[in-house]
């Protein structure tokens, strides 16, 4: 019988002794997923994220030189929005299963390839159509990046230094809609409207270089397609998005064209639902909705949709129209908002590390941001830039409190298995919510100018007892007609700030409302060993 070397047995005697690499890493300091470079590898995925979300609304004030250059008209030239959004809304709940059929790395690719094509085509349209089909191409790639992005982050991060991940992640998630609007107005300004699209291309091929070669993937898992249940849901999505869009131009509920959508996404988003409690292997894994802090999280999500969404969408035309601020001028005056947003975001971060309860921090930050929007209800017609500025980086501070806490809690609760899925389902909340918010907010205050010119114009007084005073006769030449003008126009302007007041008091309910939600939220437990595998990065 062969005799062991002693020289073998002293070395197999001092590697038992020797802990394995897992095992001298403490529990905490594990990531799901391993990689060579996670600062690196952060900076990929953090390009992509900020130019999906720059695209969402980069071209909103590029629209008016789009319709000269697509031969479309002030109606039609939405489109370029709403193609956009339906196409990314109707493809982020496939995202869960096509990373586990083909692998969330080469989905991740895929779709920055997908993305970075989809610009170059929609920068070189001729015509409405063309960039319309485009921008569907664009929507659907845009789709996979946000809830891929969301899950690398957790996934390449030890549970320690998660809070830090999301804040990183959140920055470009909440700063980016600021900034679009800034970035898009310099470039159609300085350039052409077309470079809001070629812009992505450099960002996009250094993103793909540093995943390409640093990213790692998930495991596959060969799982069957939901084909009804996605239908459906694809279909309640989208004609939902419709109705959004198409109901301050029918009138809403006075036309039935509006009534046939509703009732068509009503029926469809009930078969969803039907199908996803009875299938054998629904869409979405029902585990995900029993757990209440991602349901909570979803719930959440919606608000902050509305409330991210919404304001951007009213302040840079309030701005501009009532104050006489430019494009460019506007979208900065929008900037300490984000400013607001990343320092909160990093301070959320530190505490969490330093174990204070999410929960205090998620109500405390919706607290604030209700009181930046009372402060925005009185504002008045006379006004400097200084409240923009305050107000908006004191909502930013509240904004930024609520989403990193929100999002661990609401993933710390979930095996990493489900964390594609569940950032899908959040992240399509949080697109319902930011529709639903611009459709409610826009139809309102087109109805409260209404209102409330009808009601101050009971006040004014005869234009001919105006035109025949001294001082009025000056300015007129004792004209009617300059008269009824004057006073037309302080009317509309007055009409359109109450309408604006209005919006701002709606939405500071809302946030108020969402506050006893924090209530259902549970603190994630210490995680255990066996929480969360180890996986070798996929080079």
Known sequence: ??????????????????????????????????????????????????????????????????????????????????????????????????????????????????????????????????????????????????????????????????????????????????????????????????????????????????????????????????????????????????????????????????????????????????????????????????????LTGIGFMLVIGVLMTATIALLPPMLQTLYGYPVLDAGILLMPRGIGIVGSMFVAGQLMKRQVDPRFLVGGGLLIAAWSLYDMTGWTIEMDARPFVVTGFIQGIGLGLVFIPLNIMAFGTLSPHYRTEASSLMNLSRNIGGSVGISVVTALLARNIQTSHAELAQHIPDPGLVANDPVASSITGGSTDAVLAIADAMVNAQAAMIAYLDDFKLMMILTLCAVPLVLLLQRPAPPKPGDEPIHVAVD
Not at 9 to 16: F, G, H, K, T
Not at 116 to 145: H, K
Not at 260 to 278: D, P, R, S, Y
């Open 1 to 294: 019988m062969a005799t062991a070397n002693p020289s073998d047995r002293e070395e197999a005697d001092r590697l038992a002794r020797t802990p394995s690499t897992e095992e001298a890493v403490p529990f905490e300091e594990r990531a799901a997923l391993s990689t060579r470079n996670r600062p690196l590898l952060t900076i990929g995925v953090m390009a992509a994220t900020i130019m999906q979300i720059l695209d969402s609304t980069i071209v909103n004030v590029a629209l008016r030189d789009m319709t000269a250059s697509l031969g479309a008209t002030a109606d039609t030239i939405t489109w370029v929005l709403t193609s956009y959004i339906v196409a990314s809304a109707v493809a982020i709940p496939l995202t869960g299963w096509l990373a586990d059929r083909i692998g969330s790395r080469n989905l991740f690719l895929g779709a920055v390839v997908g993305f970075v094509i989809a610009s170059m085509l929609c920068g070189l349209a001729t015509n409405l159509p063309e960039m319309v089909v485009f921008r569907i191409l664009q929507g659907i790639a845009a789709a996979f990046m946000n809830p891929l992005s969301q899950t690398v982050m957790m996934d390449i991060n030890p549970r320690s230094k998660q809070a830090a991940a999301m804040s990183i992640w959140g920055m470009g998630i909440m700063v980016g809609p600021i900034l679009g609007p800034v970035i898009g107005g310099w470039l159609t300004d300085n350039y052409d409207w077309r470079w809001c699209f070629y812009v992505n291309v450099p960002i996009g091929a250094v993103c793909f270089a540093i995943l390409w070669t640093l990213l790692p993937s998930r495991k596959i898992t060969r799982r069957g397609f939901d084909l009804f249940g996605f239908a459906t849901l694809a279909v309640a999505i989208s004609v939902f998005q419709l109705m959004l869009d198409r109901g301050q131009t029918q009138d809403w509920f006075s036309s039935w064209e509006v009534w046939t959508e509703g009732m068509v996404a009503l029926g469809a988003g009930w078969l969803f639902l039907v199908q996803l409690l009875t299938a054998k292997n629904p869409m979405f894994d029902r585990a995900l909705f029993l757990n209440r802090n991602l």
